[in-house]
């Protein structure tokens, strides 16, 4: 069976597996570029003439001779609607693509050169294939013989096809898709032959069809892995083409995302990621290979032609700087059209192009924000930070056991990853439900860079053991963080201070289901799904569970086993800023409180300092210190005031401050330190429809906001996108004065009706990183 579909005998035994892999993907690659419409004008002339020739030779023998299969209707629009595909652009083009969903069924016609009982003169054969080598023993392959039956009696998980109706030519077929098919790219062969064994061979025909067939995830279907029984969750983080990605410091702030899975480019790109994945094409039928593979490809630090290029340098003038990009869809084109990694990505733009790819391919997915997002290097499941004797920070230092590889870990102010809805198998039952995943580049796992898929339910129980990746998971939402001082009695040469037990995962946030507020800083539709990740902190059960998963790891026992030594009779604490206004002042302020019975002499280092998110220092922007003493039950203040004209200048990307305090009482020897991360917040862009939205009838819109600083902003960029309303594009415009306005016309004319999301981002030289966006209602024509 399988020869039908492969190379001469000769041939084949020339080229190897790499060969055969090789050649395969150029053709998808071709077929790829073909389905987006990538031809020439007389290719489709060429086209259109064949078409007529093969019509007037059919119609000329359409009585005499053998039955043949003259064509395959595979009805894309109509079976499209059926399985909730209608809204990808690929189902509507000239030469429209079949999408479907596995484990529902769907409708085709068989058109013939002349009336024919299939029932009692000839056997016709449906081959369905994927990948290429395709096989029915790996469920890459389906072969399914028409016997005439008119109801489906295969197993679920099972091709099977029944005859709805054979009139005239006309033969009407109903085709069941397994449930645990493989997603991706499919295509179809049709064989007819007379069942009478004397007829002559030549009788026998074999019909490659050269329609693209898309078979994606079903959570709709309840024997699909990926089922979501929740509707409202599966319009969400299935069909919904925007949404929102928080970025910055506690609070944080939502930025709209235009995720437009539904663009005629990013099913091709998804199945072109998958190809270059490496994963096998039997395996790919499962949401657990798939969404680890997705995690790997969206990123390119495999050398192996991923997605996106990460870079956090702040020199992006080879490519695109990632707070300019305002979704998924230009990322996915010219990853397609020019065949190899986008330049630049970030985080949040790694987990937005992720759920780009799980949502086209029909797996549930949402990004998730997480605010103080540690980055354990060592499996301690503790971020350690070092002074000497005297209290000062030790940015180096010798490997020890509390970190025997000498990396050092970091504590992000904010990462994004993602979260995919899915059923465990391999895990104990209970494990199900969302399960984490990681795009961005940080570790190896299993020698590549992905992470995931990581069950909630097992890093909220700290169950390190289980698949995968929940350690690493474990530790960005929960570790502490532990300071040590050098000691030479120390065991290691440190001794454990204190440890901060509720300073990472302050909080974990995602978009709600339905709801979505046009303003950046609206809270209506911001979900906390911290407690998935971890039981509510300082509670009993948030400690059992870091100490039961401390046990299971050597470097994590270090850490843990060891009491704080050091004698705390001052408490020390920094107070929290939540948000200034760029433009605005502000003010580091530390009190210090001595709850002891006698006097103590406390000396204070106060610093201010720019930062990038990743939570690596950027410019120090001013430092102050002073020493008092503190009398039984007495308490002080220390302020360090911050104008304006001396942090603007030194502000990095996302415009974060971080404020550090370094804290020591004389007499003990205590050391302290406390920090705080804000964000200077920056104006939200205003966007306004001035007319009422019609198809087919031009719409004005305009984007405005007051530029908060005293300077002009140049070299302006403003970047639009709004799926099913408006293809991405990149606008320069002119500069806008100082404390002045930013206020730009811009036209476009809606093709379709319904409710739409218009995103815009801002980005100049002297400020980058604005957002904004409104909801528009396009009425029928």
């Known amino acids: 069976m399988l020869a039908l579909f492969s190379p001469p005998a000769d041939r084949f035994t020339k080229m190897t597996f790499f060969d055969r892999a090789d050649n395969y993907l150029?053709?998808?690659?071709?077929?790829?570029?073909?389905?987006?419409?990538?031809?020439?004008?007389?290719?489709?002339?060429?086209?259109?003439?064949?078409?007529?020739?093969?019509?007037?030779?059919?119609?000329?023998?359409?009585?005499?001779?053998?039955?043949?299969v003259l064509e395959v209707d595979f009805k894309a629009k109509q079976n499209a609607v059926d399985h909730k595909c209608d809204k990808y652009e690929v189902v509507?083009?000239?030469?429209?693509?079949?999408?479907?969903?596995?484990?529902?069924?769907?409708?085709?016609?068989?058109?013939?050169?002349?009336?024919?009982?299939?029932?009692?003169?000839?056997?016709?054969?449906?081959?369905?294939?994927?990948?290429?080598?395709?096989?029915?023993?790996k469920g890459t392959q389906g072969v399914v013989t028409m016997m005439g039956k008119t109801m489906f009696d295969k197993s679920h998980e099972e091709w099977d096809a029944r005859m709805v109706e054979n009139k005239g030519r006309i033969l009407t077929l109903e085709v069941q898709i397994p449930s645990i098919a493989p997603v991706g790219s499919w295509n179809m062969a049709t064989e007819l032959k007379p069942r009478d064994p004397a007829a002559d061979r030549s009788a026998r025909q074999l019909m490659r069809q050269d329609t693209t067939i898309y078979i994606l995830f079903n959570p709709w279907n309840k024997h699909d892995g990926t089922y979501m029984p929740d509707e409202n969750g599966r319009n969400e983080y299935v069909l919904n083409p925007v949404g929102?990605?928080?970025?910055?410091?506690?609070?944080?702030?939502?930025?709209?995302?235009?995720?437009?899975?539904?663009?005629?480019?990013?099913?091709?790109?998804?199945?072109?990621?998958?190809?270059?994945?490496?994963?096998?094409?039997?395996?790919?039928?499962?949401?657990?290979?798939?969404?680890?593979?997705?995690?790997?490809?969206?990123?390119?630090?495999?050398?192996?032609?991923?997605?996106?290029?990460?870079?956090?340098?702040?020199?992006?003038?080879?490519?695109?700087?990632?707070?300019?990009?305002?979704?998924s869809i230009k990322i996915m084109e010219e990853y397609v059209r020019r065949g190899r990694p986008?330049?630049?990505?970030?985080?949040?733009?790694?987990?937005?192009?992720?759920?780009?790819?799980?949502?086209?391919?029909?797996?549930?997915?949402?990004?998730?924000?997480?605010?103080?997002?540690?980055?354990?290097?060592?499996?301690?499941?503790?971020?350690?930070?070092?002074?000497?004797?005297?209290?000062?920070?030790?940015?180096?230092?010798?490997?020890?056991?509390?970190?025997?590889?000498g990396l050092g870990d970091s504590i992000w102010n904010f990462h994004v990853w993602n979260d995919v809805w899915m059923d465990r198998p391999d895990l104990p039952p209970g494990y199900g439900g969302w399960q984490a995943i990681d795009a961005t580049p940080q570790e190896t796992s299993d020698g590549m860079f992905q992470c995931g898929p990581a069950s909630h339910e097992a890093v909220r129980r700290g169950q390190m053991e289980l698949k995968y990746d929940v350690p690493f998971v474990l530790a960005e939402v929960n570790a502490d963080v532990v300071h040590w001082q050098e000691d030479e009695t120390a065991q290691d040469g440190f001794r454990k201070l204190f440890s901060n037990k509720n300073h990472v995962g302050r909080q974990l946030l995602t978009k709600?289901?339905?709801?979505?507020?046009?303003?950046?800083?609206?809270?209506?539709?911001?979900?906390?799904?911290?407690?998935?990740y971890k039981p509510p902190e300082g509670t009993k059960a948030e400690r059992v569970t870091l100490q039961m998963a401390a046990r299971r790891s050597r470097n994590a026992r270090h850490a843990f086993r060891f009491p704080s030594l050091a004698e705390e009779d001052v408490n020390f604490s920094i107070e929290d800023i939540d948000r200034i206004m760029i433009g605005q002042d502000f003010s580091v302020t530390v009190k210090a409180e001595n709850i002891g019975e006698v006097n103590r002499t406390v000396q204070i280092v106060?610093?201010?300092?720019?930062?990038?998110?990743?939570?690596?220092?950027?410019?120090?922007?001013?430092?102050?210190?002073?020493?008092?003493?503190?009398?039984?039950?007495?308490?002080?203040?220390?302020?360090?005031?911050?104008p304006y004209s001396q942090y603007y200048s030194k502000l990095v990307e996302h415009a974060m401050v971080k404020m550090v305090a370094h804290c020591r009482v004389e007499e003990t020897s205590y050391a302290w330190m406390g920090d705080d991360c804000f964000e200077i917040t920056k104006p939200a862009i205003l966007v306004k429809a001035l007319d009422k939205a019609a198809v087919g009838?031009?719409?004005?819109?305009?984007?405005?906001?007051?530029?908060?600083?005293?300077?002009?902003?140049?070299?302006?960029?403003?970047?639009?996108?709004?799926?099913?309303?408006?293809?991405?594009?990149?606008?320069?415009?002119?500069?806008?004065?100082?404390?002045?306005?930013?206020?730009?016309?811009?036209?476009?004319?809606?093709?379709?009706?319904?409710?739409?999301?218009?995103?815009?981002?801002?980005?100049?030289?002297?400020?980058?990183?604005?957002?904004?966006?409104?909801?528009i209602t396009v009425a029928e024509a």
């Not at 071709?30 to 007037?56: F, H, K, P, Q, Y």
């Not at 429209?96 to 003169?121: A, H, Q, S, W, Y």
């Open 244 to 327: 929102k990605i928080w970025q910055g410091a506690y609070p944080a702030r939502g930025r709209h995302w235009s995720f437009g899975q539904f663009d005629d480019v990013v099913l091709p790109g998804c199945v072109l990621l998958l190809e270059r994945s490496g994963l096998r094409h039997e395996a790919r039928g499962d949401p657990i290979f798939v969404s680890r593979a997705i995690s790997k490809m969206v990123n390119s630090n495999d050398g192996d032609n991923g997605v996106l290029i990460g870079s956090w340098s702040g020199d992006y003038s080879d490519g695109t700087s990632p707070s300019q990009w305002a979704g």
């Open 512 to 532: 709600k289901v339905g709801t979505m507020e046009s303003g950046n800083y609206a809270d209506d539709d911001k979900e906390d799904c911290t407690d998935l």
């Open 92 to 137: 509507h083009q000239r030469k429209p693509t079949v999408v479907l969903r596995r484990g529902g069924n769907f409708t085709i016609d068989i058109k013939l050169n002349k009336v024919t009982d299939v029932k009692k003169e000839y056997e016709l054969k449906l081959y369905f294939n994927f990948g290429n080598t395709p096989s029915v023993h």
């Open 26 to 68: 150029n053709s998808l690659i071709d077929n790829i570029r073909a389905d987006l419409g990538v031809s020439t004008a007389a290719e489709r002339e060429r086209e259109r003439e064949d078409a007529r020739v093969i019509d007037e030779f059919h119609e000329a023998n359409a009585v005499a001779g053998p039955a043949k």
């Open 606 to 642: 106060l610093k201010a300092g720019s930062t990038y998110y990743t939570g690596a220092p950027a410019k120090p922007i001013t430092e102050a210190g002073g020493e008092f003493v503190l009398k039984p039950k007495e308490s002080k203040t220390l302020s360090l005031p911050v």
């Open 342 to 405: 986008v330049k630049y990505g970030q985080c949040w733009v790694f987990a937005g192009v992720t759920t780009t790819v799980c949502r086209a391919l029909g797996l549930p997915c949402r990004p998730v924000t997480n605010l103080n997002s540690a980055h354990d290097t060592d499996v301690s499941l503790t971020i350690d930070e070092y002074v000497d004797k005297k209290g000062e920070k030790i940015t180096t230092r010798r490997r020890s056991g509390a970190d025997p590889m």
């Open 697 to 775: 009838r031009p719409l004005k819109i305009e984007f405005s906001f007051l530029n908060p600083l005293p300077e002009k902003m140049t070299e302006c960029v403003l970047e639009v996108d709004g799926p099913g309303l408006s293809r991405p594009k990149t606008i320069p415009i002119s500069d806008v004065p100082a404390n002045g306005e930013m206020k730009w016309p811009y036209t476009l004319v809606p093709r379709k009706a319904g409710e739409f999301v218009l995103i815009a981002t801002f980005n100049s030289t002297q400020l980058v990183n604005l957002s904004g966006s409104s909801s």
